[in-house]
Antibody, heavy 119, light 107 residues
Framework: QVQLVQSGAEVKKPGASVTVSCKTSGYTFSSYGITWVRQAPGQGLEWMAWLSANNGNTNYAQKFQGRVTMTTDTSTSTAYMELRSLRSDDTAVYYC????????????WGTGTTVSVSS | DIQMTQSPSSLSASVGDRVSITCRAAQYIGKYVNWYQQKPGKAPRLLIYAASSLQGGVPSRFSGSGSGTDFTLTISSLQSEDFATYYCQQSYSTLWTFGQGTKVEIK
């Protein structure tokens, strides 16, 4: 079955960078996109970015422009999200999700990665 | 960014009740709305895509309607497993946004 398994929890200091991985299985990686969504404690969902696994094209929310980079390793069907210059308000659970191009919906979600930013 | 405004922000209902959640877009978005369910500590789950298409494996008591700027998620007969938070999401523009969420609680 389709699975997206994310890397483990991270604790970072302000100003550092974090890279979260999202290993996919059970489908043809290049036929879908990957998107990243985060959720701060007690808050709603916030879309960050999406990437076409077919051609590597990316689209980032304005809020994260210049601070986030999405990449993929097609040999392992894994997506990566790097967030730089971390602040305390970046503390959140970060989810990857498979993106279906028809109406751009997120049909399968990853396991979630907790990123804590604290001095 | 296209703002998505959900209402109500929370509601209390009983098992068997019919529940409706609305989502209003700040501008025209056609049918580019998806609905998700999230339970505490869990990843979101896709319920409805393209405003009214039921995702595979989702019970038929869930339905979606609307187009343009006004959208509705309806649960025809609320079940115990449906107590959760629901989010709409627009994918019309290149910058996607979620509604703020509607928490459905037990009355």
């Amino acid at each position: 079955q389709v699975q997206l398994v994310q890397s483990g929890a991270e604790v970072k200091k302000p100003g550092a960078s974090v890279t979260v991985s999202c290993k996919t299985s059970g489908y043809t990686f290049s036929s879908y996109g990957i998107t990243w969504v985060r959720q701060a404690p007690g808050q709603g969902l916030e879309w960050m970015a999406w990437l076409s696994a077919n051609n590597g094209n990316t689209n980032y929310a304005q809020k994260f422009q210049g601070r986030v980079t999405m990449t993929t390793d097609t040999s392992t069907s894994t997506a990566y999200m790097e967030l730089r210059s971390l602040r305390s308000d970046d503390t959140a659970v970060y989810y990857c999700a498979r993106l279906v191009y028809t109406y751009y919906n997120m049909d399968v979600w990853g396991t979630g990665t907790t990123v804590s930013v604290s001095s | 960014d296209i703002q998505m405004t959900q209402s109500p922000s929370s509601l209390s209902a009983s098992v068997g009740d019919r529940v409706s959640i609305t989502c209003r877009a700040a501008q025209y978005i056609g049918k580019y709305v998806n609905w998700y369910q999230q339970k505490p500590g869990k990843a979101p789950r896709l319920l409805i895509y393209a405003a009214s298409s039921l995702q595979g494996g989702v019970p038929s008591r869930f339905s979606g309607s609307g187009s343009g700027t006004d959208f509705t998620l309806t649960i025809s007969s609320l079940q115990s497993e449906d107590f959760a938070t629901y989010y709409c999401q627009q994918s019309y523009s290149t910058l996607w946004t979620f509604g703020q969420g509607t928490k459905v609680e037990i009355k």
